[in-house]
């Protein structure tokens, strides 16, 4: 899967792009719509906002969180859960985002990117009229 | 999958096993030999721990949690960690719900002779670091040797 993601990304000639995610962890995110928008949020534990990278290529959100080395950090731990790997995760998305007005923000590690739905794209009511 | 034609690991397979232990426990059929206070992949939070000279340093990923939801206690020589996350957006049509939502409570066991006293927390971009400092009489010493 990792091979096919790669593929796909050098293919849109961003070498660099792909040598980075090679390595990289997927964190785990929620996605959420209303009829105004499409909100995601993802767990980013130790991005700051320098680190991050959000980026709409035509079709495709890409997200990209450089973990900040610590100063204190020592030779490496005893006991591991959570490797200090950067994250990477990207999604297709529809025509029907409005790529003008995308909101992202970052708080305590959670990346909140707000991808309102174009006017032509929200549902409409439509009035019946009785004759 | 703990069957094994050799007592240990024989260095031409290291990989191999390595790379069958990593897939054993991303699919969490370790068993039956799994340690019995191991915790099932995803736990929340995940935690780091790191034996300094001086400390015992433990990272808590909890992202999105205010430090005032968290609680943290030191008793004999166990740490707990415990608080609440809250991911719910009131209702809204969910296409995917990966996030931990909900209560949350681990315990650590930490190495002897820490001083309590000595503990400190600071939560930043999302990662709690508890660094609690080793008594006195418990760190390391360097004897000089002389000659003569």
């Known amino acids: ?131 | 999958m703990q069957v094994r034609w050799y007592d240990g690991y024989v260095p031409t397979f290291n990989d191999f096993f390595r790379l069958r232990d990593e897939l054993d426990q991303l699919f969490d059929i370790g068993l039956p030999l799994s340690n019995i206070r191991s915790v099932p992949r995803g736990t929340f939070p995940a935690i780091n721990i790191e034996e300094q000279k001086e400390a015992v340093c433990i990272d808590a990923y909890l992202p999105g949690v205010e430090p005032k939801d968290v609680e943290l206690t030191i008793e004999e020589n166990t740490l707990a960690i415990k608080g609440r996350r809250e991911t719910g957006n009131g209702g809204r049509n969910y296409h995917r719900r990966e996030r931990f939502s909900g209560n949350f409570s681990r315990i650590v066991s930490l190495p002897e002779g820490l001083d309590p006293d000595k503990a400190e927390a600071r939560y930043h971009d999302g990662i709690l670091s508890i660094t609690i400092a080793r008594a006195e009489e418990k760190k390391p010493k360097q004897i000089t040797v002389s000659i003569g």
């Open chain 1, 1 to 131: 899967m990792t091979e096919k993601n790669t593929q796909s990304v050098a293919r849109k000639d961003d070498a660099d792009l792909a040598s980075r995610i090679k390595d990289t962890l997927v964190p785990h995110v929620d996605i959420c719509e209303d009829k105004d928008s499409v909100t995601l949020y993802a767990d980013l534990p130790g991005v700051a906002k320098e680190g991050l990278d959000v980026h709409i290529d035509r079709d495709t959100l890409q997200i990209y969180g450089r973990r900040v080395p610590q100063a204190d950090a020592g030779t490496g731990g005893n006991y591991t859960e959570m490797p200090a790997r950067d994250y990477y995760r990207a999604f297709t998305i529809g025509e029907e985002v409005d790529r003008e007005h995308i909101a992202a923000h970052l708080t305590n590690g959670v990346l909140k990117v707000v991808l309102p739905k174009s006017e032509r794209a929200k549902p409409k009511k439509i009035d019946i009229k009785c004759a």
